[in-house]
């Protein structure tokens, strides 16, 4: 094999991107060489074939042997449309062996020849998350410390909340509400130290030894409610049923039980108390979730139906058909030459709010199908998704049908990251893409929260921009512009284009739901993407 540095160079990138740790700078530089060159492109339809060959050689080996078969995340991630020119069996083979003596010569990590990313290895995921916003009403939060959204994984560290009510779940049990402005660290799965605000605590026996700390002593808690308010100049912690135990400096421990309370400044002193459970009344939330999840969906009712007025608006699709609907309608007014969208396979469920509707991907067969016939040289497309995990190598967002010229597929890839990819035709006998690889935004603890993704094609300006909850995320350059035409798409999953030597379905299903998809005929500015979002 010719020892080229250039050659060396692109494989190490591909390497880089299977085994995760491409950077953003190597993206770009991987997608330069492969718009620049056919054969670039040829290697990296090799590089994934002679991966897939070797893992399902090495999987068949393994179970041969009555072992535990090898897993892949799928080690590219990347656009495999080479598979509809896929070689035989038996070339495919041939490849395989050829990278396999490639990597030998090259001094490729042997890991890479067991699968990709950690298959074969004993890695195993991790998470620094030790708690979970479960809900909230009015939440504002301080830009300086994050703002969470509900269901989001929380790490250690401080959380600022300058205004509303919050309820924290401990992933060892406990539950924690918070009224602001409060701030609070959190240190670990059973620990939190409170520097301001008011506190109520559910402690069940499984989470017994919860502790909070703070300036004036620390409580821990021995399954129980208790309230702990640090907003008056004589802060206190009131028990209300079960016990907890005050542990001060220079004093010794006091156990508090129901119906007492403790002055913090007052070390060693305890006074009978009727629970006050009217100072704690914040801490229930259900009313307050209950009236704030109806006037958001009140809101966004109102503002959809306004926004679908827009003459740039082509298509709509606002999941309110009702459960047991099989068709989606277009509610943009400019839209009326294109049809209902059909619902193969996929459930209804919940969406944002009670009362708002969404579909739920979760098989090989779900997908919804539509035309959105014109050309257009500016786009926008915009959706609501609830990810719930990345098992496959590539899952639709929406892709249209085929490979060729101003086609579009947006993705998901196995990494978490955001792939739009623009056709530019076959020449010859291969597929000629654009990809636009933004960095990687759906980790294990996105996995379950609703999340506003945006991209924007832009061939005035040559760019494509990735948005994610309202916010640019990655900016890319167009190298060739091309007007798109979306034709047949798919939301959730990709048909094999017809007449193609596709003997088997490729597998590109998204798991998890889907509320709201917007096209717009323009590109949209950062701010009209965050109003879209908010």
Not at 21 to 42: F, K, P, V, W
Not at 321 to 328: F, T
Not at 498 to 522: A, H, L, W
């Amino acid at each position: 094999m010719n020892k080229n540095p250039d050659s060396k160079e692109m494989y190490r990138l591909f390497l880089a991107k299977a085994d995760g740790t491409i950077s953003d700078e190597e993206h770009e530089r991987l997608s330069q060489m492969l718009h620049g060159s056919a054969s670039n492109r040829s290697s990296w339809f090799a590089f994934q074939d002679a991966e897939g060959a070797l893992l399902a050689w090495a999987q068949r080996e393994t179970l041969a042997n009555h072992a535990a078969p090898l897993s892949s995340k799928g080690a590219l991630g990347e656009h495999t449309r080479g598979g509809i020119w896929r070689f035989s069996a038996a070339l495919a083979a041939g490849i395989a062996i050829s990278f396999f003596a490639w990597g030998v010569w090259a001094g490729l990590p042997m890991r890479f020849f067991h699968g990709g990313t950690n298959a074969g290895t004993n890695v195993e995921s991790t998470t620094p998350s030790v708690a979970v916003l479960s809900r909230g009403v009015d939440m504002k939060w301080s830009q300086t410390t994050g703002s969470p959204a509900v269901n989001a994984p929380l790490s250690p560290g401080l959380l600022h909340l300058e205004s509303g009510v919050a309820e924290i779940e401990f992933f060892q049990g406990a539950r924690l509400c918070i009224e602001g402005p409060a701030e609070i660290e959190l240190i670990s799965a059973g620990e939190a130290f409170c520097r301001s605000g008011r506190f109520r605590a559910h402690v069940p026996p499984q989470a017994r030894g919860f502790r909070l700390r703070t300036s004036k002593g620390d409580i821990v808690d021995l399954g129980t409610d208790f309230g702990l308010d640090l907003n008056q100049s004589s802060p206190e912690v009131h028990v209300f049923k079960g016990e907890v135990e005050l542990h001060q400096p220079k004093v010794q421990m006091q156990t508090l039980t129901g119906g007492v309370a403790a002055a913090l400044n007052q070390p060693g002193v305890a006074r009978t108390l009727a629970a006050n459970v009217a100072n704690f009344a914040f801490s229930d939330l259900d009313a307050g979730v209950n009236a704030s999840q109806r006037h958001s969906f009140e809101k966004w009712q109102v503002s959809s139906a306004e926004g679908s007025k827009s003459a740039d608006l082509r298509l709509r699709l606002d999941f309110q058909d009702g459960s047991g609907a099989r068709s989606l309608r277009n509610t943009a007014l400019h839209g009326q030459d294109i049809a209902p969208a059909s619902i193969v396979g996929c459930s209804w469920t919940e969406g944002r709010w009670p009362g708002k509707h969404a579909l739920q991907f979760k098989s090989l067969s779900d997908r919804v199908r539509l035309r959105v016939p014109g050309e257009y040289r500016q786009f926008t497309v915009a959706c609501w998704v609830q990810l719930h995990g990345l098992n496959i190598r590539q899952g639709s967002i929406c892709m249209s049908e085929g490979v060729d010229q101003g086609y579009v597929h947006w993705q998901v890839l196995h990494d978490g990251s955001l792939c739009l990819g623009i056709g530019h035709g076959v020449k010859p006998n291969l597929p000629v893409w654009e990809d636009f690889i933004s960095p990687v935004v759906f980790t294990p603890e996105r996995f379950g929260q609703w999340v506003h993704l945006a991209i924007v094609y832009d061939s005035a300006a040559c760019e494509v921009r990735h948005y994610v909850d309202g916010k640019r995320i990655s900016r890319h350059t167009i190298k060739l512009p091309v007007v798109l035409t979306p034709g047949l798409l798919e939301l959730g999953n990709w048909n094999s284009p017809p007449k193609t030597e596709y003997r088997q379905q490729p597998v590109r299903n998204f798991i998890g739901c889907m509320d709201e998809f917007s096209i717009f005929s323009r590109a949209m500015t950062d701010g009209e993407v965050r109003a879209l979002a908010q």
